[in-house]
């Protein structure tokens, strides 16, 4: 099924046919979409793409370089973005297009970002008196990654500077709505300072303590604020690959929250059933 949808250029039976593999055999959901995806692309690469039924590896190319995000694999998933991009509107304005584009200039600079954090988090172990270190690999954790539970404290650890501060303001939190809003705040300020992933995931965690606000605030400028500056965030493409991949998902329709591995089991339980019962 495998090779008769690569051969027809049919993305869809190509995804059922992948889900089937991963449901049914213990493989590597992520290497098993990644290995089909990137034939499905060479196959098809000197094909018209408008007689190559590429839309649905649209919808299936988000989750799978969001997983290669999670697994350090950012040229992977960058090949991914790439052929994805193929199936996308050519019209100028198409936004899947614009970041799928965008996203695999920031897989690259992703890239660069973890071969210095792999140095970084080596000087750590050997010492972890080596609050240095330990920043640096922590800022990668938060702003690359978006793993702030982990890198947070390792940033707040560090010695001085305004990211430190605002990192130990951000694990003391916030009992009243008006404390949230100030360290919302703190780190949209900080994101104006910023360039790339590390502007991006400063204005993230701001909009995730300004969501927490909204609710809780009554109708005053501080709200108008709040309001404000998360329309802001929400109009901007992203600069960071978990930022764009997040938006990519919004603009195909799918979850991210739901794993590839539970995308073929949901899907190939439902197949399995259905030839039961034609049976």
Known sequence: ??????????????????????????????????????????????????????????????????????????????????????????????????????????????????????????????????????????RFLCFIKGDWQTGLKLIADGKGGDLVEVARLDLRGASRTSEQVAIGDAWWDLSLRGSGAYQQGAQDRAVMWYSQALDQLPESLDRIHVKNRLQEADETDGRSPIALCMQLADEVGIDLSASLTSMAVHGGRSAYRADDDDD
């Open 1 to 138: 099924a495998l090779k008769l949808a690569i051969d027809g250029g049919d993305a869809n039976v190509l995804i059922k046919a992948i889900d089937q593999r991963v449901a049914r055999f213990e493989v590597d959901s992520f290497r098993e979409n990644l290995k089909w995806i990137q034939a499905f692309g060479e196959a098809t690469a000197s094909r018209d793409s408008s007689v190559v039924k590429g839309d649905p590896l649209l919808k299936r190319a988000v989750p799978v370089i969001y997983a290669g995000i999670h697994e350090n694999e950012y040229m992977l998933a960058s090949s991914v973005s790439r052929i994805a991009n193929r199936f996308t509107s050519s019209e100028s304005d198409d936004r899947a297009s614009r970041l799928f584009s965008r996203l695999r200039t920031q897989l690259g600079a992703a890239k660069r970002e973890y071969d210095n954090s792999v140095e970084n988090l080596h000087q750590f172990r050997i010492n972890p008196d080596n609050k240095v270190a330990g920043a640096a690999f922590g």
